[in-house]
């Protein structure tokens, strides 16, 4: 590379070292964030240091406190979390993300983990429960299972969330005419159900296509099949 061409600032060459203030607005970004909760600062930076050489950006905090106070960035990644902190445990803020919406995958590293805390967070869904010291690649191995498993669970998210979006400006009759068709109901067989008549099913399993922005009756099944448990069993009932 031509000296011409290198970055003015040598900072834009390096992945980003994130520094999170307390309640601060960050723009949706969709590049992968580290989030470490480590209350040994030499253990954060190594952390961090080992992250930006994968070309991954990453955030530091020395306590679950410190943690929970901060409004993250709205960005695909994992946790790498400690066990015993000050404060609420590693184990504990498990347990407390597992109640939110926006629950990222954890990844224990930990100098005083035994079998049954490591079958405890396994059980509670973390991605894997390490200890140190650690070899660089398997930490980064199970980094990239984490990283990989919040993407997916936000695309499944944001596909939910647009069909509940769609679902919700149906009428009533639509919405029992969508049910139908997702049980494969054919138009005849609605019509005797709902007590109507075959053109007027006709007529809302347009507007149903219409509304759901579906070419196919598989794709009204699959957004049906995609819509909340509890919100389906309301439809049928």
């Known amino acids: 590379m031509e000296a011409s061409d290198?970055?003015?600032?040598?900072?834009?060459?390096?992945?980003?070292?994130?520094?999170?203030?307390?309640?601060?607005?960050?723009?949706?970004?969709?590049?992968?964030?580290?989030?470490?909760?480590?209350?040994?600062?030499?253990?954060?930076?190594?952390?961090?240091?080992?992250?930006?050489?994968?070309?991954i950006d990453s955030a530091c905090f020395e306590s679950t406190r410190e943690f929970l106070d901060?409004?993250?960035?709205?960005?695909?990644?994992?946790?790498?979390?400690?066990?015993r902190l000050p404060g609420l445990s590693g184990l504990d803020l498990q347990n407390h993300l597992a109640m939110s919406d926006d629950a990222k995958p954890i990844i224990f590293l930990t100098g005083h983990g035994d079998i049954p805390m490591s079958v405890?967070?396994?059980?509670?869904?973390?991605?894997?429960?390490?200890?140190?010291?650690?070899?660089?690649?398997?930490?980064?191995?199970?980094?990239?299972?984490?990283?990989?498993?919040?993407?997916?669970?936000?695309?499944?998210?944001r596909v939910v969330k647009r069909h509940l979006e769609r679902v919700a400006i149906l009428t009533p009759r639509e919405r029992q005419v969508l049910r139908e068709i997702a049980n494969g109901r054919?138009?005849?067989?609605?019509?005797?159900?709902?007590?109507?008549?075959?053109?007027?099913?006709?007529?809302?399993?347009?507007?149903?296509?219409?509304?759901m922005q579906a070419a196919s009756v598989g794709e009204i099944i699959r957004a049906w099949e995609a819509l909340p448990e509890g919100l389906r069993e309301k439809e049928t009932t």
């Open 70 to 83: 901060s409004e993250l960035p709205d960005r695909p990644g994992c946790l790498i979390l400690d066990v």
């Open 6 to 55: 290198m970055p003015n600032d040598p900072q834009e060459m390096r992945p980003e070292r994130q520094r999170i203030s307390p309640k601060s607005r960050v723009e949706r970004d969709e590049r992968p964030l580290v989030l470490i909760v480590d209350d040994d600062e030499r253990v954060r930076t190594a952390l961090q240091e080992l992250m930006m050489s994968a070309g």
């Open 120 to 157: 405890h967070a396994m059980k509670a869904g973390a991605v894997d429960f390490l200890t140190k010291p650690v070899r660089d690649q398997t930490l980064l191995d199970a980094v990239g299972v984490g990283i990989a498993t919040d993407i997916a669970r936000r695309e499944s998210a």
């Open 186 to 211: 054919l138009n005849k067989q609605i019509a005797f159900d709902l007590g109507i008549t075959e053109t007027t099913v006709k007529l809302h399993r347009g507007n149903v296509m219409r509304k």
